[in-house]
């Protein structure tokens, strides 16, 4: 795909980007990209510095443009996320063995792990609490993470015949990719991240929680802290200041009046696109969803 779509002379800008093994995103994630990503990488400035991924999820931009010779600022404000992102680069092989073992366990009675696994919390590693994170996300209804107010994951246990748990080879791909790239890697605020450290130059690709398109489909709730209209306006604003500080900069959001209305000034730069959402608690709802690409460049 990725030769049909550049065009001659791009591939330049994308440095080492040939030398980098192919992955895709660890987890099923809300709003996850894989369907837009030709449209995205049509849109994607020919040149740029470095890249930021402040709303990561899986990260599945990321994924598409990693190599070995940019530099990286990936963040999301999800601890548990970012956690095994971490020991995913630091630690793949302990990793692995310990989904192994979940996988293995799973296997032999689905529902009874499940719920022995979801309500183990206390005393975990980090790489513990990684392939925690990663079976629940393979085993739970739609991939869905929502906490309850302690914190406590509560999504019940999803429909799947043979979920793959421990996807062994593109683990470890994903290892050497958040290696090489030598990303910063952190739980952060899209704000603290880019008001400190975007620069003239630098790609920046904002995918925050989407602002619902009708009353029933609010999903905006991946960590514990919602992502209000509110913030939604002072995000337009971020977008603004990054567009005076000259990045460039390419968001998604939901195609709504409220939204096209947040960013009125670049809707000669605003393409629309269709996707097919998972997440959403009435079936029929699950097709056909909108979605709107804005950037701030030509
Ligand atoms: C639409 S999802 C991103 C999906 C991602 N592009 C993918 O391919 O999977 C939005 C992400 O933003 C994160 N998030 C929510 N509020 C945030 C904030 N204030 N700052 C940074 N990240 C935030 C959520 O945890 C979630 O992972």
């Given at each position: 795909m990725r030769s049909q779509i550049m065009k001659s002379g791009e591939r330049e800008n994308y440095g080492l980007l040939y030398q980098t093994p192919r992955c895709h995103p660890f987890v099923k994630w809300a709003g996850g990209k894989s369907q837009l990503m030709p449209q995205i990488i049509r849109l994607m400035p020919s040149k740029f510095g470095r890249y930021f991924e402040p709303f990561l999820g899986g990260g599945a931009v990321f994924f598409y443009i990693a190599s070995s010779d940019r530099n990286t600022f990936l963040s999301d404000t999800n601890t548990d996320l970012i956690n095994a992102y971490k020991v995913i680069r630091n630690h793949v092989e302990d990793l692995i063995t310990i989904l192994r073992y979940h996988q293995t366990e799973y296997n032999k009675s689905p529902i009874r792990y499940y719920y022995q696994l979801r309500d183990r919390t206390n005393s975990l590693n980090k790489i513990e609490n990684a392939a925690r994170f990663i079976t629940l996300n393979k085993t739970c209804y739609n991939g869905l993470y929502r906490v309850n107010k302690n914190g406590s994951f509560n999504v019940p246990i999803g429909r799947y015949k043979?979920?793959?748990?421990?996807d062994t080879d593109n683990l470890r791909k994903m290892s050497i990719v958040l290696r090489q790239s030598g990303s910063y890697l952190g739980v952060s605020d899209y704000k603290k991240i880019l008001v400190e450290k975007a620069d003239k130059g630098d790609f920046i690709y904002l995918d925050p929680p989407f602002y619902p398109i009708s009353n029933t489909a609010n999903f905006t709730s991946y960590t514990n802290n919602g992502f209000t209209f509110e913030d939604q306006k002072e995000l337009a604003i971020i977008f603004k200041e990054l567009t005076k500080r000259r990045c460039k900069v390419l968001l998604s959001n939901s195609n709504t009046d409220e939204i096209r209305r947040l960013y009125s000034d670049f809707s000669h730069l605003t393409e629309a696109a269709i996707v097919n959402r998972?997440?959403?608690?009435?079936?029929?709802?699950?097709?056909g969803h909108k979605e709107l690409l804005i950037r701030n460049y030509t």
């Open positions: 043979n979920p793959l748990i421990c998972s997440i959403n608690s009435i079936g029929s709802k699950r097709i």
